[in-house]
């Protein structure tokens, strides 16, 4: 998870190891958009990201017109941006507006320039308040080109998801960030989860799903592609998420976020029976019920597994607890 103030930490501070999914531990907005600065960015906080931040229109065209190609503008006026997008849209290859307050026109007239273009990665996130026939409009829009979609924050419903997914499948998804929305109901994404080729990243964090929702995630898991999953900040508990990572061992999770869950030891001890036989390297369990015990029996099995991040903090872990775990993780592996 990104860094929160008050996080409890094992070992001193290490830099944790970029990755271009967020982590779910923003604010969630309550029907307005949240403030935005460039601590809020979602595609330009990662170290080796090439996407530049940018937070006026003046300065989106500034930095196109100096060569940029990825770019992310945060909380400019959105009628002056889409009004620049119109004029540079064919030289980005990436594209993000976070906050910028998109009304229903807005949001057309930035379809209506991305249309032709072959942009590869598009966001509006923090952006709620929109109709859901605007965003359909959106969506259909879109070039097919594009493989990475992020539409964080947006107020979406699960009436959204049989839209988003009708025109997303008209080209293949490799990312697909939808946290801190108000789904409840995932199934019309789980045909992309379950595909043997395309999604990779799926960030489903923040919203309002139950165990019923994990259950059909660890359904679709076994043979896909995905690599990275995100369901921290949802109302999951071990009935959910103990056969979420039972079936681990049929897929590629690499990234496996369940912070401030409801999970416990019996998602723990079902992790450490199958760790050996996953790929999984980066673990958040932060702000869950496990416990002491819990945690140290999972220490215990890391020598034999890949990972070499794991977020347990903001669990009020024991100092002798957090002893024992360093002692017990290989050198290179990293706690939060």
């Known amino acids: 998870s990104s860094p929160r103030r008050g996080r409890q930490s ?18 969630r907005w309550c029907g307005a958009a949240m403030e935005v600065d460039s601590d809020n960015s979602r595609w330009a906080q990662d170290e080796d990201s090439t996407v530049v931040w940018c937070e006026s229109a003046e300065a989106l065209l500034a930095e196109v017109n100096q060569g940029a190609a990825d770019v992310e503008v945060g909380a400019a006026d959105g009628a002056a941006v889409v ?20 009304d229903a026109q807005a949001l057309s007239r930035l379809g209506a320039a991305l249309t ?3 942009l590869k990665a598009v966001g509006v996130s923090n952006n709620p308040g929109v109709e859901l026939a605007a965003w359909n409009a959106f969506w259909q829009a ?3 080109t594009v493989s990475k979609y992020d539409f964080g924050d947006c107020e979406l419903g699960n009436e959204a998801l049989p ?24 199934r019309p994404i789980l045909p992309a989860v ?4 395309g999604l990779t990243e799926l960030d489903l964090g923040d919203n309002s799903l139950e165990d019923s929702q994990a259950l059909l995630v660890a359904q679709a898991l076994p043979g896909s592609v995905l690599t990275t ?14 056969p979420l990572v039972q079936v681990l061992p049929q897929t590629r999770i690499a990234i496996l976020h369940l912070d401030s869950t409801q999970i416990g030891d019996a998602t723990l001890d079902a992790l450490v029976s199958v760790l050996p036989a996953t790929q999984l390297e980066e673990l958040h369990i932060d702000e869950t019920r496990v416990t ?17 991040l794991l977020d347990a903090g903001d669990n009020n872990l024991s100092e002798a607890t957090a002893a024992a775990i360093e002692a017990a993780l290989p050198r290179d592996t990293v706690v939060e």
């Open 10 to 27: 094992f070992s001193p501070p290490a830099p944790t190891p970029p990755r271009s999914i967020r982590s779910t531990c923003r604010g």
């Open 83 to 102: 009004e620049v997008i119109g004029k540079v849209a064919p030289r980005l290859r990436s594209l993000s507006l976070v906050g910028c307050g998109l």
């Open 116 to 118: 032709s273009t072959q």
């Open 142 to 144: 879109l070039p097919m």
């Open 163 to 186: 839209l988003l997914m009708a025109a997303l499948v008209r080209g293949r998804v490799h990312e697909l960030m939808l946290d801190g929305n108000s789904l409840t109901d995932i």
């Open 194 to 197: 379950s595909e043997t080729a």
């Open 229 to 242: 999953l995100v369901l921290g900040r949802n109302g999951i508990t071990d009935a959910g998420a103990v």
């Open 292 to 308: 002491d015990a819990g945690v140290l029996r999972l220490c215990q099995a890391l020598s034999t597994s890949r990972i070499t």
